[in-house]
Nanobody, 114 residues
């Protein structure tokens, strides 16, 4: 079992920035892929960004150049820095980890609105 603890999120104006964080168990963090998915109302849950244990990153096209995912294995934490936010980024963001199977955080709401 991999328990993921998320923080961050909230309400921000278009063009603003937010940072999400996700903490995972210390004994596993160094060997797992982590990332974020998001789900807007009435839509499926889609991948936003992932980072492997080796630091290899992957982003969905719509966030490339705006979002940055990073991790610190010593702190057992990953971050998603979101810049130049748009209204279409509004969704519930779920931290994700993969360790033989997918695991999910509790989700945090990100609302981009003026």
């Amino acid at each position: 079992q991999v328990e993921l603890v998320e923080s961050g999120g909230g309400l921000v104006q278009p063009g603003g920035s937010l940072t999400l964080s996700c903490a995972a168990p210390k004994d596993l963090f160094g060997i797992i892929t982590v990332g974020w998915y998001r789900q807007a109302p009435g839509k499926q849950r889609d991948m936003v960004a992932t980072i492997s244990r080796y630091g290899k990153t992957d982003y969905t096209d719509s966030v490339k150049g705006r979002f940055t995912i990073s991790r610190d294995n010593a702190k057992s934490t990953a971050w998603l820095q979101m810049n130049s936010l748009k209204s279409e980024d509004t969704a519930v963001y779920y931290c994700y980890a993969y360790y033989f199977e997918p695991y999910w955080g509790q989700g945090t709401q990100v609302t981009v609105s003026s």
